[in-house]
């Protein structure tokens, strides 16, 4: 079993930057892909980025503002937020994956093992 916390949620103003960690415990491996899906009220789970060995995803709704990092020697993944909006308030979900590619991590139906969440909020 892999066990994820997410910290580093909070309130911010729009235009502002957050950076969030998953700490990751148990039987872990720097082969599992990493991510983050978020959550809003009343909406589905949605992908927000991954990290594989050698290579990062992005939904397009946050592409050139976050960034995703992973440090396998602390096995912590990261993600920077910056130029923060209203509608990036939501839940955030760490998530691990075993398996799969590039295209199939953007599900949720591919992830193995999954954070209880960090609330970003975003004020206008």
């Known amino acids: 079993q892999v066990q994820l916390v997410e910290s580093g949620g909070g309130l911010v103003q729009a235009g502002g930057s957050l950076r969030l960690s998953c700490a990751a415990s148990?039987?872990?491996?720097?082969?599992?892909?990493m991510g983050w899906f978020r959550q809003a009220p009343g909406k589905e789970r949605e992908f927000v980025a991954a990290i594989s060995w050698l290579s990062t995803y992005y939904a397009d709704s946050v592409k050139g503002r976050f960034a995703i990092s992973r440090d396998n020697a602390k096995n912590t993944v990261y993600l920077i937020m910056n130029i923060l909006k209203p509608e990036d308030t939501a839940v955030y979900y760490c998530?691990?994956?075993?398996?799969?590619?590039?295209?199939?991590?953007?599900?949720?139906?591919?992830?193995?093992?999954w954070g209880k969440g960090t609330l970003v909020t975003v004020s206008p």
């Open positions: 148990g039987r872990t491996s720097s082969s599992y892909a």
């Open positions: 998530a691990a994956a075993r398996g799969g590619n590039g295209s199939s991590w953007r599900s949720p139906r591919a992830i193995n093992y």
